[in-house]
């Protein structure tokens, strides 16, 4: 019994049988995609951050686009902000500014007015006077 123990004797399987790999992993994606490409191949040994495949999501790329083109308005919103508006734009929105001033003036005027004449007739109503 002891020869058992010293004596190394080969052991041999025969027969149908199966492998299984002795670690399963799952690998998932944060967003809708599917599988365009498989980078290796079935059994392949991989080492750790192997690129394994190549997925295509098209909801991503519609949302990258988008992103590219608001980027590219904020660039030029950043730009415009940054050089400041020419003076003949700065002169044409002060008219506009003086003309709408001109208005808002009058119109309080004609409120004033409106305001006194409604006060006087009511008065006069008030009073019996009836012209």
């Not at 123990?5 to 399963?24: L, N, S």
């Not at 599917?34 to 949302?63: C, N, W, Y």
Request: with cysteine; proline share 4%; net charge negative.
């Amino acid at each position: 019994m002891i020869l058992a123990y010293v004596v190394p004797i080969k052991h041999y399987a025969t027969g149908d049988f199966e492998v299984r790999p002795a670690h399963h992993a799952e690998i998932s994606s944060p967003f809708h995609s599917f599988i365009a490409r498989v980078m290796v191949e079935d059994g392949q040994f991989i080492e750790k951050g192997s690129v394994l495949l190549e997925l295509h999501a098209p909801e991503l790329a519609t949302q990258i686009s988008g992103k590219e083109f608001e980027l590219e308005q904020s660039r030029a919103t950043l730009n415009k902000l940054e050089t400041g508006a020419r003076p003949e734009v700065i002169n044409a929105l002060a008219e506009k500014v003086k003309l709408l001033t001109d208005w808002c003036n009058l119109g309080d005027k004609e409120v004033e007015t409106s305001q006194a004449a409604l006060n006087f007739r009511l008065f006069r109503r008030n009073c019996g006077w009836f012209s």
